[in-house]
């Protein structure tokens, strides 16, 4: 038996969970803290280095004041990590600029002049892509990814690109606060688009660097999810409560720890994730990508493993949406007459249990209106950073539960949208391991299954999945658990949702006609955006 200490960074807040691994993945406690995401009206989305750090600090500070377990009994830290962010570093680490989030789509003109010119095959230069492809089994056709990011800092903040010694994901960066070590984990390198995935840690495409002109000098040395990148440092313990000298590991991203405490680690088996954004990913041993729906399959925790990978950019980000601007006025204030702050009944834990209660009672269809959930854009199957949210079939009837129940519905839709865009390349499972913070709601969990037909599965803690993957990979590295092959064995099921096919019948005709909405709307979203 051992006990790790796992941080989840996510877009907006971290958790920190204190894990015991003996025949189970136990979590024991954990806390979580918010700090802030930056929107800026030029499409920039940045954060606060110092925000997260103090955030880490704090919630670690925090969580051994509530468990028994002492600070000196952890055998190991990990990661789970929001991915595709670029924080360039000086030689001192400390960042030449505000973290750029992956949300950050400013490098319009950037992507444009490195590969959106000449004749393209989905909007990129045919021989770039090609040659992408060979070397790293993907192409970086996003404004939102990383180098792109670190092409427009060069252009526009060349004071603070001329500072910059490495180039850092987010959790590379806290590894640097914690070890002073610049490390990154081979599905962050791959999330680079610049590693050549036939090289393993010696993975840096040079050809790749020179085409894009990136700089290699920036690029840190590549190491495994489950390799140690150092110990504690005197500094960092101190400022975290800990004693120095822990065993600090790669960890992993969000994208590939999620999977991994999801239980899905066997080729074949899917998982669904809803947290901010929303993803479909199932396990291959071989690389394969669908550049006309923009899915590739990434590097993951495991070696000879991929993740087929579809994403769309807001998924639990909606339903806050609907919480601030839909429900607060009428549900929030006042749940069956009574003010929230003088009940002291525990029907309804928070406002989220009790709209998900409210559209229970509405018909599937939601009365026949259809929400679109692109409030920041899209990615997958289509890539457009002016594609926006509607609710489309508003009727006099309409009333707000059936705008509620409209945007869980409008979620899971673009899941199965994502799934079936997967079918064309792989095998998805029939039996589908749905997580995050959305897997907490019954009703969402069966509103996911009577849209797509398949039976969803729910784990143990379905919203602490990464943190769980974080755990997983460190105790590989500490030799408790053989490897990640086994982990599905340390990871229970909950809750298990079978569809219910007439239910089915309904979202059918429904979901032909969402996934028209986006072709119908294209040039008016650009329009609306851009003109």
Same mark, same amino acid.
Request: net charge negative; glycine share 10%.
């Given at each position: 038996m051992i006990y790790v200490l796992a941080y989840d960074i996510g877009t907006t807040g971290v958790k920190t969970c204190l894990f015991r691994i003996d025949e189970t993945i136990t979590l024991l406690a954990g806390v979580s803290r918010g700090y802030g995401l930056y929107i800026l009206e030029n499409g920039g989305a940045e954060q606060d280095e110092e925000e997260w750090w103090q955030a880490v600090c704090g919630t670690t500070k925090e969580l051994f004041d509530q468990t028994a377990v002492r600070p000196e009994e952890v055998a190991g830290i990990s990661f789970c990590s929001q991915m595709q962010g670029l924080i360039l570093v000086d030689r001192e680490g400390k960042p030449v600029r505000r973290p750029m989030?992956?949300?950050?789509?400013?490098?319009?003109?950037?992507?444009?002049?490195?590969? !959106?010119?000449?004749?393209?095959? $989905? %909007?990129?230069?045919? +021989?770039?892509?090609?040659?992408?492809?060979? #070397?790293? @089994?993907?192409v970086s056709t996003s404004v939102k990814d990383p180098m792109w990011k670190y092409k427009w800092i060069e252009a526009h903040e060349p004071d603070q690109f001329r500072r910059a010694d490495k180039w850092l994901d987010v959790k590379e960066y806290l590894i640097r606060r914690l070890t002073g070590n610049c490390v990154m984990t081979e599905d962050s390198a791959f999330a680079t688009l610049l590693y050549d995935t036939r090289k393993g840690k010696e993975g840096w495409s040079e050809a790749l660097c020179r085409m894009f002109g990136v700089k290699m000098e920036h690029l840190p040395k590549i190491i495994r999810s489950s390799d140690q990148?150092?110990?504690?440092?005197?500094?960092?313990? !101190?400022?975290?409560?800990?004693? $120095? %000298?822990?065993?600090? +590991?790669?960890?992993?991203?969000?994208?590939? #720890?999620? @999977?991994?405490?999801?239980?899905?680690?066997?080729?074949?088996?899917?998982?669904?994730?809803?947290?901010?954004?929303?993803?479909?990913?199932?396990?291959?041993?071989?690389?394969?990508?669908?550049?006309?729906?923009?899915?590739?399959?990434?590097?993951?925790?495991?070696?000879?493993?991929?993740?087929?990978?579809?994403?769309?950019?807001?998924?639990?980000?909606?339903?806050?949406?609907?919480?601030?601007?839909?429900?607060?006025?009428?549900?929030?204030?006042?749940?069956?007459?009574?003010?929230?702050?003088?009940?002291?009944?525990?029907?309804?834990?928070?406002?989220?249990?009790?709209?998900?209660?409210?559209?229970?009672?509405?018909?599937?269809? $939601? %009365?026949?209106?259809? +929400?679109?959930?692109?409030?920041?854009?899209?990615r997958c199957p289509f890539e457009d950073p002016a594609a926006a949210g509607m609710f489309f079939g508003i009727r006099l009837e309409t009333g707000k539960t059936e705008l509620i129940r409209a945007v869980l519905e409008g979620i899971c839709y673009h899941l199965r949208w994502m799934l079936e865009c997967e079918e064309r390349k792989v095998k998805t499972s029939p039996v589908i391991r749905f997580v995050g913070g959305g897997a907490l709601s019954p009703v969402t969990s069966q509103i996911l299954s009577d849209v797509t037909g398949r039976v969803i599965e729910v784990v143990e803690s379905p919203q602490n999945v990464g943190a769980v993957g974080a755990a997983a990979v460190a105790a590989v590295g500490l030799g408790v658990i053989e490897s990640l092959d086994q982990v599905k064995d340390f990871i229970p099921v909950s809750r298990r949702f079978e569809p219910d096919m007439e239910k089915k019948a309904v979202y059918d005709k429904y979901f032909e006609v969402f996934k028209k909405l986006y072709q119908s709307n294209k040039k008016i979203f650009r329009r609306l955006q851009y003109e």
């Amino acid at each position: 038996m051992i006990y790790v200490l796992a941080y989840d960074i996510g877009t907006t807040g971290v958790k920190t969970c204190l894990f015991r691994i003996d025949e189970t993945i136990t979590l024991l406690a954990g806390v979580s803290r918010g700090y802030g995401l930056y929107i800026l009206e030029n499409g920039g989305a940045e954060q606060d280095e110092e925000e997260w750090w103090q955030a880490v600090c704090g919630t670690t500070k925090e969580l051994f004041d509530q468990t028994a377990v002492r600070p000196e009994e952890v055998a190991g830290i990990s990661f789970c990590s929001q991915m595709q962010g670029l924080i360039l570093v000086d030689r001192e680490g400390k960042p030449v600029r505000r973290p750029m989030s992956y949300m950050d789509q400013r490098a319009r003109e950037e992507i444009r002049k490195g590969l !959106a010119y000449g004749p393209q095959i $989905a %909007g990129a230069n045919i +021989f770039r892509l090609i040659r992408c492809l060979r #070397l790293t @089994g993907a192409v970086s056709t996003s404004v939102k990814d990383p180098m792109w990011k670190y092409k427009w800092i060069e252009a526009h903040e060349p004071d603070q690109f001329r500072r910059a010694d490495k180039w850092l994901d987010v959790k590379e960066y806290l590894i640097r606060r914690l070890t002073g070590n610049c490390v990154m984990t081979e599905d962050s390198a791959f999330a680079t688009l610049l590693y050549d995935t036939r090289k393993g840690k010696e993975g840096w495409s040079e050809a790749l660097c020179r085409m894009f002109g990136v700089k290699m000098e920036h690029l840190p040395k590549i190491i495994r999810s489950s390799d140690q990148a150092g110990t504690l440092t005197e500094q960092a313990a !101190a400022e975290l409560g800990l004693p $120095a %000298g822990i065993p600090v +590991f790669g960890g992993g991203g969000d994208a590939s #720890l999620i @999977g991994v405490g999801s239980g899905c680690v066997q080729v074949g088996e899917t998982h669904i994730y809803c947290g901010t954004s929303g993803w479909v990913g199932t396990v291959t041993d071989r690389q394969l990508v669908d550049v006309s729906a923009m899915i590739a399959a990434i590097v993951g925790a495991q070696r000879g493993r991929y993740n087929y990978f579809a994403e769309m950019e807001t998924a639990g980000k909606c339903l806050e949406w609907v919480k601030d601007h839909l429900a607060l006025d009428e549900i929030g204030i006042y749940l069956e007459k009574v003010h929230v702050a003088e009940s002291h009944e525990a029907v309804y834990r928070s406002l989220y249990d009790y709209m998900t209660q409210v559209v229970e009672q509405a018909p599937a269809g $939601a %009365g026949g209106v259809i +929400f679109t959930p692109w409030l920041h854009g899209n990615r997958c199957p289509f890539e457009d950073p002016a594609a926006a949210g509607m609710f489309f079939g508003i009727r006099l009837e309409t009333g707000k539960t059936e705008l509620i129940r409209a945007v869980l519905e409008g979620i899971c839709y673009h899941l199965r949208w994502m799934l079936e865009c997967e079918e064309r390349k792989v095998k998805t499972s029939p039996v589908i391991r749905f997580v995050g913070g959305g897997a907490l709601s019954p009703v969402t969990s069966q509103i996911l299954s009577d849209v797509t037909g398949r039976v969803i599965e729910v784990v143990e803690s379905p919203q602490n999945v990464g943190a769980v993957g974080a755990a997983a990979v460190a105790a590989v590295g500490l030799g408790v658990i053989e490897s990640l092959d086994q982990v599905k064995d340390f990871i229970p099921v909950s809750r298990r949702f079978e569809p219910d096919m007439e239910k089915k019948a309904v979202y059918d005709k429904y979901f032909e006609v969402f996934k028209k909405l986006y072709q119908s709307n294209k040039k008016i979203f650009r329009r609306l955006q851009y003109e």
